[in-house]
């Protein structure tokens, strides 16, 4: 056995031997998600205090914003108001970057070498000197300011803070959470609540779905009237399609100013934002506005009811990739993420069947059945293969629904696992990268309590926390080099029957605190009852805070 493993092991047990004391006065280290090793020692305390500062290089103004950002938390969850006094050597908190190497040499390695779950790693000392905070990059800062935030919840100054060693390092590099801004609108201010406790969480994707048949939301400028007019529905059916619809213009999007905004917003927070272009199918926001870009000519509502619409582009229009060029150009434009989704979920064939342009595409492309994949969901992989170049032309990787696999993977697509498990495990088989979000426990828009009659009403299903928390992406199906194209797993979060930040918070919370385990800690350290103890402090946090979440847990 080696010895940092050996050293690991001591830190595991000491950390479970040793539980801190919980009391107000005391930092509690054993947050959520919970840090890779803890060694504390609970007989000794440095207590933290008014005044004392906060040492950091002010040269850099990424560590210099991490600095303010611990000095805010620190003051809202401890009531200690500490000071900046950038590159002060004799602080009491000292923020850090470790000088990496221009190259990898036998005790350290270049930043260039290092995973993403490395550049987000960090390390915090807490002695008789103070707080010493060290990361490879400012990342790591950020999620070590963040285990202070929720270690430091206590009633007032001093805080006593054990004396400890603290390492931590996310598990996988990948750490996604979706949100659905189509099915109902949620304003900037909202979404930037939700990034930011995607971020107190240490979760660094957003996979933002921002077209659907209900509404499309992002502004093209070349297609003004795209979002003008495809981002509002006359009305919307009340329950679950019962017939019966409000009467109310629903309405919203997000212009690409705001886009812009909330990506700048979110990336000072370490979260990337992917977003979604649903396509070919969920497109009648797009048709209304464009009929001609269905096949059957439309008129299409923007739909005021749910489910899946068999209206969708049309494959033979060569008007339909122009369409599609433009929305996806303009969305490169504005949004800088390596990964662009472009949805390809439940896109039925019926009209590409009886379309006559769409039965002369797929014979010009010479596609014919080949007892596994139909011609039309090789048609539907046509359209993949141009949207990956177009994409692949400006550096972005495409990130299709497990559906994209139907037709016949493209090379370079990433599938995301969502019904169940089996496309992500076919994929990985295929060497393609893989996000894992099976709907069977990661779909938090599911009821989260067996007792449906004393919640909101919702799309069904039941997804208890413990379930997302006892979630293992990677499938004992698959040997260790399959495993290895599984980026991460993801929580989605569809909006059809969730119209409000409150519901929206009360579904989020607490199964992103249980996805949040999945995606960061090791699965040695998982414990579903140590879990549970350590939730209350993070409801506390969420109290503070105003959010909204469900207080019972299944
Ligand atoms: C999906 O839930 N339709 C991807
Ligand atoms: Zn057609």
């Given at each position: 056995?080696?010895?940092?493993?050996?050293?690991?092991?001591?830190?595991?047990?000491?950390?479970?031997?040793?539980?801190?004391?919980?009391?107000?006065?005391?930092?509690?280290?054993?947050?959520?998600?919970?840090?890779?090793?803890i060694?504390?020692?609970?007989?000794?305390?440095?207590?933290?205090?008014?005044?004392?500062?906060?040492?950091?290089?002010?040269?850099?103004?990424?560590?210099?914003?991490?600095?303010?950002?611990?000095?805010?938390?620190?003051?809202?969850?401890?009531?200690?108001?500490?000071?900046?006094?950038?590159?002060?050597?004799?602080?009491?908190?000292?923020?850090?970057?470790?000088k990496?190497?221009?190259?990898?040499?036998?005790?350290?390695?270049?930043?260039?070498?290092?995973?993403?779950q490395?550049?987000?790693?960090?390390?915090?000392?807490?002695?008789?000197?103070?707080?010493?905070?060290?990361?490879?990059?400012?990342?790591?800062?950020?999620?070590?300011?963040?285990?202070?935030?929720?270690?430091?919840?206590?009633?007032?100054a001093?805080?006593?803070?054990?004396?400890?060693?603290?390492?931590?390092q996310?598990?996988?590099?990948?750490?996604?959470?979706?949100?659905?801004?189509?099915?109902?609108?949620?304003?900037v201010?909202?979404?930037?609540?939700y990034?930011?406790?995607?971020?107190?969480?240490?979760?660094?994707?957003?996979?933002?779905?921002?077209?659907?048949?209900?509404?499309?939301?992002?502004?093209?400028?070349?297609?003004?009237?795209?979002?003008?007019?495809?981002?509002?529905?006359?009305?919307?059916?009340?329950g679950?399609?019962?017939?019966?619809?409000?009467?109310?213009?629903?309405?919203?999007?997000?212009?690409?100013?705001?886009?812009?905004?909330?990506?700048?917003?979110?990336?000072?927070?370490?979260v990337n934002?992917?977003?979604?272009?649903?396509?070919?199918?969920?497109?009648?926001?797009a048709?209304?506005?464009?009929?001609?870009?269905?096949?059957?000519?439309?008129?299409?509502?923007?739909w005021?009811?749910?489910?899946?619409s068999?209206?969708?582009?049309c494959?033979?229009?060569?008007?339909?990739?122009?369409?599609?060029?433009?929305?996806?150009?303009?969305?490169?434009?504005?949004?800088?993420?390596?990964?662009?989704?472009?949805?390809?979920?439940?896109?039925?064939?019926?009209?590409?069947?009886?379309?006559?342009?769409?039965?002369?595409?797929?014979q010009?492309?010479g596609?014919?059945?080949?007892?596994?994949?139909?011609?039309?969901?090789?048609?539907?992989?046509?359209?993949?293969?141009?949207?990956?170049?177009?994409?692949?032309?400006?550096?972005?990787?495409?990130i299709?629904?497990?559906?994209v696999?139907?037709?016949?993977?493209?090379?370079?697509?990433?599938?995301?696992?969502?019904?169940?498990?089996?496309?992500g495990?076919?994929?990985?088989?295929?060497?393609?990268r893989?996000?894992?979000?099976p709907?069977?426990?990661?779909?938090?828009?599911?009821?989260?309590?067996?007792?449906?009659?004393?919640?909101?009403?919702?799309?069904?299903?039941?997804l208890?926390?413990?379930?997302?928390?006892?979630?293992?992406?990677?499938?004992?199906?698959?040997?260790?080099?399959?495993?290895?194209?599984?980026?991460?797993?993801?929580?989605?979060?569809?909006?059809?029957?969730?119209?409000?930040?409150?519901?929206?918070?009360?579904?989020?919370?607490p199964?992103?605190?249980?996805?949040?385990?999945?995606q960061?800690?090791?699965?040695?350290?998982?414990?579903?009852?140590?879990?549970?103890?350590?939730?209350?402090?993070?409801?506390?946090?969420?109290?503070?805070?105003?959010?909204?979440?469900?207080h019972?847990?299944?």
């Amino acid at each position: 056995m080696t010895r940092p493993f050996l050293r690991c092991i001591v830190a595991l047990c000491a950390a479970m031997l040793l539980p801190l004391p919980t009391n107000a006065q005391t930092a509690d280290y054993r947050v959520i998600p919970l840090p890779t090793s803890i060694v504390a020692d609970t007989t000794r305390t440095f207590a933290l205090n008014d005044g004392m500062g906060i040492a950091y290089d002010s040269s850099n103004p990424d560590i210099s914003r991490n600095a303010q950002f611990l000095k805010q938390w620190v003051a809202e969850v401890a009531g200690v108001q500490l000071q900046l006094t950038p590159d002060n050597k004799k602080a009491a908190i000292q923020l850090a970057i470790r000088k990496a190497p221009a190259k990898t040499t036998k005790k350290a390695k270049a930043l260039a070498d290092m995973t993403p779950q490395e550049l987000a790693a960090y390390d915090i000392t807490v002695d008789a000197r103070g707080i010493r905070i060290t990361a490879n990059t400012d990342e790591g800062l950020f999620h070590a300011a963040q285990t202070l935030r929720k270690s430091l919840l206590a009633a007032k100054a001093p805080v006593r803070m054990p004396f400890a060693t603290i390492h931590d390092q996310p598990r996988f590099e990948y750490r996604g959470v979706h949100l659905d801004v189509a099915r109902h609108y949620f304003s900037v201010p909202v979404v930037k609540q939700y990034i930011d406790l995607m971020a107190m969480h240490g979760c660094n994707q957003l996979h933002w779905h921002i077209t659907e048949d209900q509404g499309w939301r992002f502004e093209v400028k070349a297609l003004p009237e795209l979002a003008r007019k495809g981002s509002i529905r006359e009305q919307t059916v009340i329950g679950r399609n019962t017939g019966v619809y409000d009467g109310q213009r629903y309405g919203g999007y997000y212009t690409q100013e705001e886009c812009r905004e909330l990506v700048n917003y979110a990336a000072q927070r370490y979260v990337n934002i992917i977003p979604e272009i649903d396509l070919p199918g969920h497109m009648m926001g797009a048709l209304h506005v464009f009929p001609n870009l269905g096949c059957t000519g439309g008129p299409y509502p923007v739909w005021p009811h749910w489910g899946v619409s068999r209206e969708v582009l049309c494959a033979g229009n060569p008007e339909t990739l122009t369409f599609l060029k433009t929305v996806l150009g303009e969305l490169c434009d504005v949004f800088p993420s390596k990964y662009i989704h472009i949805g390809g979920d439940e896109c039925p064939k019926q009209r590409w069947k009886q379309c006559p342009k769409c039965q002369a595409k797929a014979q010009e492309l010479g596609l014919t059945d080949d007892g596994q994949h139909s011609v039309e969901n090789q048609l539907q992989t046509w359209i993949n293969h141009e949207m990956e170049a177009f994409l692949r032309e400006r550096g972005r990787d495409m990130i299709g629904w497990d559906e994209v696999l139907e037709g016949g993977l493209t090379e370079s697509g990433i599938v995301m696992s969502w019904r169940g498990v089996k496309g992500g495990i076919a994929a990985a088989r295929e060497k393609h990268r893989v996000i894992m979000s099976p709907n069977s426990h990661c779909y938090i828009d599911y009821y989260q309590l067996k007792e449906q009659w004393n919640q909101p009403e919702g799309i069904g299903g039941y997804l208890p926390t413990s379930k997302v928390y006892g979630y293992e992406p990677l499938s004992d199906e698959l040997t260790d080099e399959e495993k290895s194209y599984i980026l991460g797993p993801q929580v989605n979060l569809w909006t059809e029957y969730v119209a409000f930040p409150q519901h929206l918070f009360y579904m989020l919370l607490p199964r992103l605190d249980a996805i949040s385990e999945v995606q960061w800690s090791q699965p040695g350290q998982k414990d579903f009852d140590d879990f549970c103890r350590r939730l209350p402090r993070m409801k506390r946090l969420y109290d503070s805070l105003g959010i909204n979440y469900c207080h019972a847990i299944e």
